[in-house]
């Protein structure tokens, strides 16, 4: 498998706790955490936009927090 070249989201610092994206040869979209790269979500493109969408939604109206 070709190497993936992973972009650091723009909302992170140079902590070492960042999201990481990179786009596979099959157009699918890998998301991870730095600090665990060996896992990653797979997306296809279609599902990145609701996944981002929802992300924000949560983050306007946050919940209760942790039960």
């Known amino acids: 498998m070709p190497e993936l070249h992973w972009q650091k989201s723009s ?5 070492s706790n960042c999201v990481e994206l990179a786009t596979a040869p099959d157009g699918t979209i890998r ?10 979500l797979t ?7 609701p996944l ?10 946050p919940g209760p927090g942790p039960r």
């Open 43 to 49: 997306l296809r493109a279609t599902t990145l936009n």
């Open 52 to 61: 981002l969408s929802a992300t924000r939604e949560g983050i306007r109206r």
């Open 11 to 15: 909302f992170s610092s140079e902590a």
């Open 31 to 40: 998301l991870r955490e730095s600090d665990a790269p060996s896992t990653a």
